[in-house]
């Protein structure tokens, strides 16, 4: 699939010509942002152009083979555009040379990658799960799309990582009254908290004419809810490990909310309890799901696909492989009206959505290299080993709070690992993903690398056979034995001004909520009467008498 | 994936289409699930799915038809397409020598792509139009049986042989045991809304 990151040189490609010339909308790029956005302006009724560079679909959001990740990750610069330059626009227009930029860097591996390499599917935006109550199961399930995509539970749960053992995270009432390695005064103090948070959810939920005595009181003061939400859990008497449950493993906080320097990288109660409440929503919503958290088979790549479907079957149009060689600006330079494929063919439209790995030429300096200031970034890893981190579990999350595998840490740290029954690896072999934001790339990577040290032993250590510290029920656990391992950093770069529209890069966060917020928002701007995916917006089946869920 | 219904065993396959634009494709399924024939058909029928149920002696097959929705005009099918299909319908238009050879572009690009068990069909399509044949049937039967698909010249307007062609798969598809998705996940369907809060959930 991903055998060329980048269009290779442009005369040796035998580019079609495209029919119609003219849309309302053209997107350039089917990372997921795109492909949702694609989904919704065909089920709007407009005709879309969708198109491509790569021969796979998914860009930045794509699933890969492991053989192509190397140079999907360390793509060849791409040589700059001689089309544009080369014919003359054929309206009075002006043409802007479009450039990518390098979105990973520091790449590096070790180990050697395991046979058959191809059966090895790799997501780019790892660990990511989606939560079952969230916006992105509900874009699949009113677009249509959810009928593609087949998803299994992360029935492992959550573990936590914890003066160097690992223990359940005890998420609901029952979790905590199982729970061994608790104590009885976190258990009640955990079980208070949790019926508190309960009774405030279930009063803010209720509708006001519904609001019984007593819900008011139930509710969390709008002043703690402002405040931050690590003072909520200390007022309420939980101990520093059940605070790291909460905040990190549950809220999913990434920042030390203990650390010296506060700034805003506090969650507050509101935010922290709205977490929880999606959290305790997600539980129990589908029937085969047993936690709060669902993976789809094959990877996360399969998302884009599924709604780049949706699309096309709306009617919009599809080209692979087809690079965007340079916009087409107005005369008098305000606006872009149109793109210049790689082909030489000029596409004229009416919005242009362009992917996040392409550079926005600003209308004043054409290209500026030097622009990123301070950019987000993400560490994220990739292993590959052939026994479960927790024993009987195939799909597990595991967090790491800040400051628990080193002084150094300051963010926390997300393991998702993978198995072999959501068929992105061979049996036999588990994947995980890592990731932690970073301002710092080496830092970053750090956590990283003592977050793999922390779980698994490296390859040539046999005879000396790590030990975890285990938790109290289960025998000695020896790690696993890391076969390949791959650490690398990715820029999350946002351009929000300008007259062309940039989608969202994949976060540091564990779900899509973000992206899927930006996107919609992205929607509301160019067709603000337009309703965002609607309801039965697409019928999956065109005979009626047929059911549509199974 | 069998599923017992009146004693009647079900079972269900994804077959998808495949061949250019114009060989007919939605014809052939429209002719199949519907009973009918538009002469000239749109190229996107606005719809991911058609299912159309076949008995087979004291068995059932539920096909779920998947059209191409045009991404293959541009030859951008997703891996999606192909995934877990457990048979598939290469078209091409016996009036044009060139959908045969995109036709076997395609069988090889399913038998990359797909899993070796899926069931190929080799569908001849138009074959009302016999004054204006540039494919010879004994060419393409030929090549069928080279590559391992079965033949047929259909004609979604006569509806000639189109029962046939799904009739002929889903006996193939009895005969030959397994073929589904050994490890499906579960498919997200909406649930009606009102949920008893579940007992397990984390602030219940």
């Known amino acids: 699939m991903a055998d060329e990151p980048a269009a290779a ?36 009724g407009k005709t879309v152009l969708h198109v491509d560079p790569s021969p796979f679909y998914g860009s930045l959001y794509s699933s890969i083979p492991l053989p192509s990740l190397q140079s999907f990750l360390s793509p060849n610069p791409s040589p ?34 395991p046979e058959p390499a191809r059966r090895f599917t790799v997501d780019l935006v790892g660990p990511r799960v989606l939560y079952c109550a969230d916006e992105a199961v509900d874009l699949l399930l009113r677009s249509g799309g959810s009928h593609h995509v087949e998803f299994k539970s992360v029935d492992g749960g959550s573990l936590l990582y914890w003066e160097g053992g690992l223990y359940p995270v005890p998420d609901s009432k029952g979790a905590i009254f199982r ?34 005595e007593g819900d008011a009181a139930a509710m969390i003061s709008k002043e703690h809810l402002d405040r931050p939400f690590v003072e909520f859990l200390t007022q309420q008497g939980l101990s520093p490990k059940m605070r790291a449950v909460v905040l990190y493993a549950i809220a999913m906080a990434d920042y030390d909310q203990d650390g010296p320097d506060p700034s805003d990288k506090l969650i507050t109660t509101r935010e922290g309890i709205q977490t929880i409440a999606l959290y305790s929503a997600s539980i129990g919503r589908f029937a085969n799901a047993e936690g709060a958290f669902i993976y789809p088979m094959y990877g996360h790549g399969e998302l ?12 919009a149009l599809y080209v692979l492989r087809m690079p965007v060689a340079a916009l087409l600006l107005d005369e008098e330079k305000k606006h872009f009206v149109g793109a210049r494929l790689a082909s030489g063919q000029d596409i004229l439209c009416k919005q242009l959505i362009i992917d996040p790995s392409y550079k926005i030429p600003t209308l004043d300096a054409p290209f500026d290299d030097s622009g990123s200031k301070f950019p987000r970034k993400v560490a994220r890893g990739i292993c590959i080993f052939s026994k479960s981190v927790k024993q009987g579990s ?22 998702l ?66 076969i390949w391992s791959c650490v690398y950093v990715q820029e999350i770069t946002q351009e929000t001004s300008g007259p ?10 564990l779900d899509y909520r973000n992206i899927l917020e930006s996107t919609k928002k992205l929607f509301a701007g160019i067709y603000p009467d337009e309703e965002f995916l609607p309801k039965k917006s697409a019928p999956v089946y065109a005979d009626d008498d047929s059911d549509s869920a199974e | 994936m069998a599923a017992t219904a009146g004693g009647n065993k079900i079972r269900n396959a994804k077959l998808v289409l495949l061949g250019d634009v114009g060989a007919g494709k939605s014809s052939l399924v429209l002719r199949f699930v519907k009973g009918q024939f538009v002469e000239f058909q749109e190229s996107t029928i606005g719809a991911a799915f058609f299912s159309q149920t076949l008995a087979v002696n004291d068995e059932t097959v539920k096909f779920e038809i998947w059209d191409t929705a045009g991404q ?73 049986q080279e590559n391992g698909l079965f033949f047929m010249e259909t004609s979604a307007k006569t509806a000639i042989n189109v029962n046939d062609v799904f009739y002929e798969i889903a006996k193939k598809l009895l005969q030959g045991q397994q073929v589904q998705n050994p490890q499906g996940g579960m498919v997200l369907n909406q649930r009606p809304p009102e949920r008893t809060v579940s007992s397990s959930s984390c602030c219940a």
């Open chain 1, 179 to 212: 729970d061994t390695t608790l104590k009885l005064l976190e258990k009640n103090a955990l079980y208070k908290f949790f019926n508190l948070v309960k009774a405030h959810i279930d009063a803010t939920s209720a509708p006001a004419n519904e609001m019984v």
């Open chain 1, 417 to 482: 690992q993978l198995s072999s029954n959501l068929a992105v690896c061979p049996p036999g072999t588990f994947m995980a993903y890592l990731s932690t934001p970073c301002t710092d790339a080496s830092a970053g990577k750090q956590s990283i690398r003592k977050a793999i040290d922390a779980l698994f032993s490296p390859q040539d250590s046999d005879g000396l056979e790590g030990h975890l510290e285990t938790t109290s029920e289960s025998t000695d656990h020896v790690k696993p034995t890391l």
């Open chain 1, 9 to 44: 040189a442009g005369d040796s490609h035998d580019y079609p010509t495209i029919d119609p010339t003219s849309f309302d909308v053209v997107l350039c790029g089917t990372g997921l942002p795109e492909s949702v956005l694609a989904a919704a302006c065909a089920a709007a």
């Open chain 1, 80 to 113: 700059s555009s001689s089309i544009a330059a080369g014919a003359a626009p054929s309206y009075s227009q002006t043409v802007v040379d479009l450039h990518r930029r390098g979105v990973y860097s520091e790449v590096e591996t070790s180990g050697t990658v």
């Open chain 1, 500 to 509: 062309l529209q940039s989608c969202p890069m994949p976060d540091e966060n």
């Open chain 1, 304 to 315: 884009p696909q599924a709604f780049c479907r949706c699309a096309a079957v709306k009617g």
């Open chain 1, 394 to 415: 195939s799909n597990v999350l595991v967090v790491f709070p800040p400051k628990s595998l080193e002084e150094e840490q300051v963010a926390a740290v997300r393991l």
């Open chain 2, 72 to 144: 293959e005009r541009y030859h951008s099918l997703a891996p999606m397409y192909y995934r877990g299909a457990a048979a598939a319908i290469v078209v091409y238009d016996i009036t044009n020598a060139a959908s045969f050879t995109r036709a076997k572009k395609w069988v090889q690009e399913l038998q990359a792509q797909g899993n070796p068990n899926t069931i190929m069909a080799l569908a001849g399509n138009k074959a009302d139009l016999l004054e204006a044949r540039q494919v010879p049937a004994e060419e393409a039967k030929a090549y069928a």
